[in-house]
C-alpha cells in the first residue's frame, strides 16, 4: 500500500533544543517538499528536493534544515533558530513536472513547545 | 507573480444545500488547477484536478471546470453532507515548477 508517512503525529520540543521531523513515501516519486500551516492559515513552503542529494530553499527556511541522502527520506529538522516553531507541518511528494506536477500529502506532524 | 484567492470563509451550510467555493487565479501561461481537502487533524486529500481550459474535474460528487477567460476554478457540490466539512484548498502548478496554494476556506455542514 504506497503512501506517505510521517512521524511523530505530535511532537515537543523544548527551548534552545533542535528537533527532527520524519518524512518517508514509498510512492517512488522524485520530488518531495516541506510546507508549514499556521492556524487559520494557508501553506508555506520551508524547503523542497527535486532529486537525491539536492534541495532548494523555499519561502520561509530561516531556522530549518534538511537532508536528502535517499529517495524515499527527506526529515527536516526544526534548529533552536527558528523562534517560532509551534506549527503543524506537512510533507508531499510529487509525480510529473511543471504542469503535469501532482502533489501528495502525508497526515503531518504538529509541533508544540514547552 | 502566481496567486490564487479563494472565497473567504468560514461556510456554513445545511445538510443536503448547494455549494460553491469560489476560486480564482493569476498566472503566467496556462496552469494546473486543484481542489484540497484538510479534514481536522489531517493532511491534504487530492480531490479533484483539471490541466487545460475547459476541463472538468470531479469526484465524491464535487466538480469543478477550468475557465481561462474568467480565470475561475470554482468547486461545487449539489448536495452537501455533514461528513464534507473540512478546509478545502485551490492551487496550481505552472511550469516554473512551484505549486501555489490559496488560504484555505473552512465548510462547516449541520445536520
Known amino acids: 500500500d504506497g503512501g506517505i508517512t510521517q512521524s511523530p503525529k505530535y511532537l515537543f520540543r523544548k527551548e534552545g533544543q533542535n528537533v527532527t521531523l520524519s518524512c518517508e513515501q514509498n510512492?517512488?516519486?522524485?520530488?518531495m517538499y516541506w510546507y508549514r500551516q499556521d492556524p487559520g492559515q494557508g501553506l508555506r513552503l520551508i524547503y523542497y528536493s527535486q532529486i537525491v542529494n539536492d534541495f532548494q530553499k523555499g519561502d520561509i527556511a530561516e531556522g530549518y534544515s534538511v537532508s536528502r541522502e535517499k529517495k524515499e527520506s527527506f526529515p527536516l529538522t526544526v534548529t533552536s533558530a527558528q523562534k517560532n516553531p509551534t506549527a503543524f507541518y506537512l510533507c508531499?511528494?510529487?509525480?510529473?513536472?511543471?504542469?503535469?506536477?501532482?502533489?501528495?500529502f502525508g497526515p503531518g506532524t504538529r509541533l508544540l513547545v514547552l | 507573480g502566481d496567486s490564487v484567492t479563494q472565497m473567504e470563509g468560514p461556510v456554513t451550510l445545511s445538510e443536503e444545500a448547494f455549494l460553491t467555493i469560489n476560486c480564482t487565479y493569476t498566472a503566467t501561461g496556462y496552469p494546473s488547477l486543484f481542489w484540497y481537502v484538510q479534514y481536522p487533524g489531517e493532511g491534504l486529500q487530492l480531490l479533484l484536478k483539471a490541466t487545460k481550459a475547459d476541463d472538468k474535474g470531479s469526484n465524491k460528487g464535487f466538480e469543478a471546470t477550468y475557465r481561462k477567460e474568467t480565470t475561475s476554478f470554482h468547486l461545487e457540490k449539489g448536495s452537501v453532507q455533514v461528513s464534507d466539512s473540512a478546509v478545502y484548498f485551490c492551487?496550481?502548478?505552472?511550469?516554473?515548477?512551484?505549486?501555489?496554494f490559496g488560504d484555505g476556506t473552512t465548510l462547516t455542514v449541520k445536520p
Open positions: 508531499a511528494s510529487s509525480i510529473g513536472r511543471g504542469v503535469q506536477e501532482t502533489q501528495y
Open positions: 510512492l517512488n516519486h522524485d520530488a
Open positions: 492551487a496550481l502548478n505552472t511550469n516554473a515548477g512551484k505549486s501555489t
